[in-house]
């Protein structure tokens, strides 16, 4: 087993099956998008001709979703996703969420919570998709006065409930909608069906991947991570790789990689995320150059699938810098050209 190739080709970062970035958020199931800019990369570069006006017309259409979701951080989903998984983790999202406003000695009652949400519900329908400030404004009417950090657990619990998600796309600034106009109405799937989906398509886009990887990624107990995999049955099994257990489905994709290919690939990027333990594509002493201990990722430089370098996304030039010797910056140009011609198409 060729665990690194075999990722590539299954994260769609080699020979990417599909032609839209819809198709590429559902069969992940889901994908980070910390950062608000570069998420869109994040998805496009799993494309066959990366578009960042592509990824704008399947955001602005819901067809992508943007909320916090799974750890009690950004994710994108698809919309025929987005009630599954609510009902699916938002429960342990909302206790991580509340963990957080204990830490931070903030304390939200719960007339206080109904009752700004209404606000924020009737603010949402009033505009269609609207900024943070447009909800300060609209408290502020109405003699409620709060700072960002307070308000941001309002819409995020908000989002966990299902009342509130991802607006139209801007080019630096969040917005919000109601979930029930931008999704559509809420539909019902049986616990362990939703959580036998979920576990495929983690396992699908990220194999090969161990139960350890799983639960980190998923931000659920083991117990459901155990279940999720049990119910997969003989589509699934194991396979061992230096003294390791990894997960594979057995349509699991082996044939495609290419030799000598550079990736650019953008901060929080589910190549690194999706794996509690990083080591076989990030080797330990370079650890430091692709994120820090308190979980800022950075943007990082893949050659033949191996974490190389570092690249800045918003230059308006190729400007890199390499941890692994062997490469020059002449050897990234034609990946830094597709990435340029994603951010005019």
Known sequence: MNPVSIRLLNQQLIAPQFSGPAEVVSYMGAMQAQEYRMMRWAVEMRTRKPSAKAFKRAFDSGKIIRLHLMRGTWQLVSAEDYWPLIELCSSKAI???????????????????MHV?????????????????????????????????????????????????????????????????????ETSMDRDEALMR??????????????????????????????????????????????????????????????????????????????KSRDIVLPTEHTHHAHNNSGIFKPIIAYDGIICGNWAPFKG???????????NIEEVKDAWRIYHDFRIT
Request: proline content about 3%; aromatic content about 12%; hydrophobic content about 40%.
């Open 317 to 327: 030039s190729c400007e890199v810098s390499f941890f692994q010797d062997g490469h």
């Open 95 to 113: 206790a991580v969420t509340k963990g957080w406003m204990n830490s931070n000695k903030i304390s939200i009652p719960d007339e206080e919570l």
């Open 198 to 275: 979920f576990t495929r398509k983690y396992f699908q886009s990220r194999q090969p991947a161990t139960l350890e990887d799983f639960v980190w990624w998923s931000g659920l107990n083991v117990s459901d991570c155990r279940k999720g995999i049990a119910l997969l049955g003989n589509t699934i099994h194991l396979e061992k790789w230096k003294g390791r257990e990894f997960y594979l489905t057995n349509d699991c994709r082996t044939r495609g990689f290419r030799k000598g290919k550079f990736l650019l690939i953008p901060p929080y990027d589910e190549y690194l995320i999706a794996y």
């Open 117 to 185: 949400r209404e606000i924020l519900v009737q603010t949402a329908a009033d505009h269609g998709s609207v900024a943070k400030e447009d909800f300060i404004d609209a408290l502020a009417a109405k003699d409620l006065r709060m700072d960002e950090h307070r308000l941001s657990y309002h819409i995020r619990m908000a989002e966990l409930s299902g009342t509130l998600c991802s607006g139209d796309l801007m080019e630096m600034k969040a917005t919000y909608a109601l979930a029930a106009e931008k999704v559509g109405p």
